[in-house]
T-cell receptor, first 112, second 114 residues
Framework: AQSVTQLGSHVSVSEGALVLLRCNYS??????LFWYVQYPNQGLQLLLK??????LVKGINGFEAEFKKSETSFHLTKPSAHMSDAAEYFC??????????FGKGTRLSVIA | SAVISQKPSRDICQRGTSLTIQCQVD?????MFWYRQQPGQSLTLIAT?????????ESGFVIDKFPISRPNLTFSTLTVSNMSPEDSSIYLC???????????FGQGTRLTVV
């Protein structure tokens, strides 16, 4: 069965600094991988997804993620953090037609 | 992308009562999913709801506690029965997510049981 591990329940960065949120997955088949963002008191919004095409995936709001099969990782990055990026971020994995399985989430704080 | 309308957006309920959450989609979909997000936690899949068949529940969730209806391809309900404070969570309906499409979520129902 697939699973996701997000390293770090809370990450704090300064405004303008690099954002790196870590995600490692476990899957018995080539996975589909996703990053979602959840702002306070809101639903989930899809940031980006990997579906076996390009290993470097660009998403909304300047975020990108790189699929590394050898490391079973799908880390999320953004070159320069903005105050509006403060939110909860969830990595998720799916195998074929199975529902998404989510990681525990990482809360990103951005310090002015 | 599909538009998902979920009602109510929030509610405060007395223990022992039941609450039915509605999820309306603007297009026909075969599979819909119900997730629970407990305070400060991630999303956990409750069940998969297919139109015309019984919902499929994940381990730890039972039909008596979380009955689900799926009367047509655009609508589903989740009932949280005989509620206790431990049921206080955000409940989200979702569609898609298979085959790499990426799941879409409703805004969620924030339930507080007192």
């Amino acid at each position: 069965a697939q699973s996701v591990t997000q390293l770090g329940s809370h990450v704090s960065v300064s405004e303008g600094a690099l954002v790196l949120l870590r995600c490692n997955y476990s899957s018995s088949v080539p996975p589909y991988l996703f990053w979602y963002v959840q702002y306070p008191n809101q639903g989930l919004q899809l940031l980006l997804k990997y579906t076996s095409a390009a290993t470097l995936v660009k998403g909304i709001n300047g975020f990108e993620a790189e699929f590394k099969k050898s490391e079973t990782s799908f880390h999320l990055t953004k070159p320069s953090a903005h105050m509006s990026d403060a939110a909860e971020y969830f990595c998720a994995v799916s195998e074929g037609n199975t529902p998404l399985v989510f990681g525990k989430g990482t809360r990103l704080s951005v310090i002015a | 992308s599909a538009v998902i309308s979920q009602k109510p957006s929030r509610d405060i309920c007395q223990r022992g009562t039941s609450l039915t959450i509605q999820c309306q989609v603007d297009s026909q979909v075969t599979m819909m999913f119900w997730y629970r997000q407990q305070p400060g936690q991630s999303l956990t899949l409750i069940a998969t709801a297919n139109q015309g068949s019984e919902a499929t529940y994940e381990s730890g969730f039972v039909i008596d506690k979380f009955p689900i209806s799926r009367p047509n391809l655009t609508f589903s309900t989740l009932t949280v029965s005989n509620m206790s404070p431990e049921d206080s969570s955000i409940y989200l309906c979702s569609l898609g997510g298979q085959g790499g499409t990426g799941a879409f979520f409703g805004q969620g129902t924030r339930l507080t049981v007192v």
